[in-house]
């Protein structure tokens, strides 16, 4: 493992995407995903009280939740062009409220937010 800093926004964010992973992934795959989450909690909880950022652990759970089943969704092998085209778009208005919850975090506890601007196109 490399040691990384990454705002308390994107660490809230990575522990509701591992815990996605607990109740989804294979059984033999757990154990690890599991030490993943408790770590990362552990870390979290070191600097942060966990009871307040209990809500925007459970916004982001619900968020990445949706991000989830868009994914599957768009790796459907039915999936027509026109709606891959829908979930794309819903896939990109998604991680936008994403980026929003976590930035209130990082707000929250009073640390600078990453930046992100999507206005001037690719």
């Known amino acids: 493992m490399i ?4 705002t308390p926004g994107d660490a809230i964010d990575r522990l509701t995407i591992l815990h996605l992973k607990r109740l ?11 030490e993943d989450f408790n770590n990362l909690k552990s870390s979290i909880t070191a600097h942060y009280s966990f ?3 209990q809500p ?19 790796h459907s092998n039915y999936l027509t ?5 829908r979930v794309g778009r819903a896939i990109a208005r998604t991680n936008g409220n994403r980026s929003t919850a976590k ?11 990453e930046f992100k601007d999507y206005s001037q196109g690719s």
């Open 81 to 85: 062009d026109e709606a891959a085209g």
């Open 103 to 113: 930035r209130a975090v990082d707000e929250l506890v009073g640390v600078r937010p």
């Open 24 to 34: 989804k992934a294979p059984k033999q795959c757990v154990k690890g995903i599991e």
């Open 51 to 53: 009871t307040d950022l």
């Open 3 to 6: 040691p990384v800093l990454i």
């Open 56 to 74: 925007a652990f459970d916004k982001l759970l619900d968020i990445n939740g949706q991000l989830w089943k868009l994914e599957e969704d768009m």
